[in-house]
């Protein structure tokens, strides 16, 4: 009985989540790591932080994996990722929370015009901008998922007007629900503050572009916590230079860490962030891990499994 834990990991970060797995992880398992010598043929689990393409294939035993990661998007995109076989991605309410944080630290920064006024102070002004109270700003979020859902709520208390974005219908105390691609112009012409919670998937990939950012408010923002291949770049900047839209906060990137030359970096209305919305905390996660783990060694029904053909 064999688990391997593979991952873009350090050796420290190895050696954290090892001590984590260790203390929920049933005595009888045996944990592997990738930067150890082992024998492939005899894992049957992996436990998996955005592995190298091509590494789960090498195990001919294995019989599930669990995402250490709440977004599977690379791990899908693994073409030699073996077929048929369950894959879970990570859903932790530790990261839920600091996901929701996230979202309204950005858009209460974005509502209270904290781009602006650091602009002014760059330059010595002194000068009151209009300032209207959360009622008067309405959010649309992208994704009615885990992190979308606890979003949603977290803006409705605080006040805002919220509207949500999913592919299939959903019912939200509090939040105006939308879906499907007539749902999401919809969305979009009430959103002074649009942020993005989708998966990257083949459907999502690069929806953050010129004719998305047409229908908001002239002058909305736009807060990307989820995936950089969810933003066109360019249009992004077209969208700024022209009115379009008047700030950018941005966690995620098509190529992370984001080059030094990119042109995110010095932009005056651009927030960069080095993706830092919510990661998986060992001490947290390898808990969720190991119950999964239970359950797929007992035949149990597994948490959070990814369907593999919508992809997330
Ligand atoms: P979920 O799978 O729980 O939710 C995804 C939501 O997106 C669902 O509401 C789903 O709709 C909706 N959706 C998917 N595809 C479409 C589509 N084509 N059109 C409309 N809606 C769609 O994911 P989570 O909430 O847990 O996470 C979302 C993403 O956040 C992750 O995939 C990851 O990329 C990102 N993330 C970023 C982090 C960071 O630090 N920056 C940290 C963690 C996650 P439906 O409900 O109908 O299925
Ligand atoms: C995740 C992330 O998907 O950190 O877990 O982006």
């Known amino acids: 009985m064999t688990i391997l834990l593979a991952g873009a990991l350090s050796p420290e970060e190895y050696a954290e989540w ?9 005595r009888d398992e045996a944990l592997v790591l990738a930067n150890n010598p082992y024998d492939p043929q005899s894992v049957e689990i992996a436990l998996v932080a955005n592995p190298e393409p091509g590494l789960l294939a090498r195990h001919p035993r294995l019989g599930f994996i669990q995402s250490l990661w709440a977004g599977v998007d690379r791990l899908l995109a693994d073409p030699l990722l073996p077929p048929g076989i369950p894959v879970a991605r990570l859903v932790d309410p530790n990261l839920t929370q ?27 002004v002194w000068r009151q901008l209009p300032q209207p109270v959360a009622a008067a700003r309405r959010v649309g979020v992208l994704g009615l998922g885990q992190l979308g859902r606890a979003a949603t709520a977290a803006l409705c208390a605080i006040g805002f007007p919220v509207s949500g974005w999913s592919r299939s219908p959903h019912e939200v105390a509090g939040v105006t629900c939308f879906s499907g691609a007539e749902g999401l112009a919809k969305l979009l012409e ?3 503050i649009l942020v993005n919670l989708l998966p990257l998937t083949r459907d999502t990939e690069g929806i953050l572009g010129r004719e998305l950012f047409a ?3 002239r002058g909305a923002a736009l807060v990307n916590l989820a995936r950089g291949g969810h933003l066109v ?13 008047s700030h950018a906060v941005l966690d995620v990137f098509r ?5 030094p030359a990119h042109p995110f970096w010095r932009h005056p ?11 998986s ?16 060694r007992a035949g149990r029904p597994l948490r959070a499994v990814v369907d593999r053909g919508v992809g997330y």
């Open 233 to 245: 770049e360019a249009d992004l900047l077209a969208a700024l230079a022209d009115g379009t839209l």
């Open 98 to 124: 600091s996901m929701t944080e996230c979202v309204l630290a950005n858009v209460l920064a974005l509502h209270r015009q904290m781009p602006a006024y650091a602009r002014q102070q760059a330059q010595g």
């Open 190 to 192: 009430r959103a002074d």
């Open 255 to 259: 190529e992370e860490p984001l080059p």
């Open 269 to 279: 209305q651009i927030t960069v962030f080095p993706h830092v919305a919510a990661y």
């Open 215 to 217: 229908q908001m408010p």
């Open 18 to 26: 090892r001590h984590h797995l260790a203390l929920h992880l049933p």
């Open 281 to 296: 905390e060992p001490d947290t996660a390898a808990r969720i891990a190991a119950e999964n783990v239970a359950a797929f």
